[in-house]
């Protein structure tokens, strides 16, 4: 990896895990900056550039979900949140806001560097080129760009949810199961992680202006999966066409 590929910002105020967390990284050869409060990580992401950003809720000056907000502003680098309240609303939060992934605390070293693993690879076989672009409405896809247009007004999206996005729409028209989203999108450890995967659901549907249950492009099947593409409610059939 190039450096700045494997740059890594760990924002926590308790100096042990903040030390356990940079040498367990560095010891996979991971470049690692580290802060302990709000204001610090949001400079050190102007100055770094990181790659990837491990994000501690509970720290002084400005929280986690702060720093979260204020980093969808200008940034998609990928962040992991780190909260000590299992399936707690702090979880359910930090994603709603743009958060990639979590981890709980206490955690393993083998399951935080897992985590960052996973993020990081899933990110970069994001930004590999591809030569096509998919258009669904007012809806455009760039996947050599990474790009997403709707109606002529650039979208921000998360690396996880253009990961969702792209997924959905390569298979434009067929059933995309919950467990193949989980497992392609996070990691075969999240499969039946429903709640998840939702929650990333929603986020996306909020972005593209599709908010309902059965929207204009992505489409529910309960306890199955979605369908994705343009949906003509005037039309017979079931399924949603792309265009």
């Avoid at 672009?133 to 998360?158: N, P, Q």
């Amino acid at each position: 990896m190039h450096e700045q590929e494997s740059l890594v910002l760990v924002v926590d105020d308790d100096p042990v895990l903040l030390k356990l967390m940079r040498d367990s990284l560095a010891l996979v050869d991971y470049q690692v900056v580290t802060a302990s409060n709000g204001k610090t990580a949001l400079q050190l992401i102007e100055d770094s550039k990181p790659a990837l950003i491990l994000l501690d809720i509970m720290i002084p000056e400005m929280d986690g979900f702060q720093v979260c907000e204020r980093i969808r502003q200008f940034s998609q680098v990928p962040v992991i949140i780190l909260t000590a309240e299992a399936q707690s609303e702090d979880v359910i939060h930090g994603l709603e806001i743009g958060a990639d992934d979590y981890i709980i605390k206490p955690f393993s070293v083998d399951i935080l560097l897992a985590r960052v693993k996973a993020v990081l690879r899933r990110t970069q076989a994001q930004q590999e080129t591809k030569q096509s672009t998919l258009t669904f409405g007012e809806l455009s896809i760039d996947l050599a760009s990474r790009r997403v247009m709707l109606g002529g007004t650039e979208v921000a999206l998360t690396p996880t949810e253009y990961h969702i996005l792209s997924l959905l729409a390569c298979h434009a028209g067929s059933i995309i199961t919950h467990d193949y989203l989980l497992t392609q999108v996070w990691g075969d450890e999240y499969r039946g992680d429903t709640h998840l995967l939702q929650t990333g659901i929603n986020r996306l549907r909020k972005k593209i202006g599709d908010t309902a249950r059965n929207g204009k492009y992505i489409t529910s099947r309960s306890g199955i999966g979605y369908i994705f593409g343009v949906w003509h409610p005037n039309e017979n059939g079931d399924l949603p066409r792309e265009h």
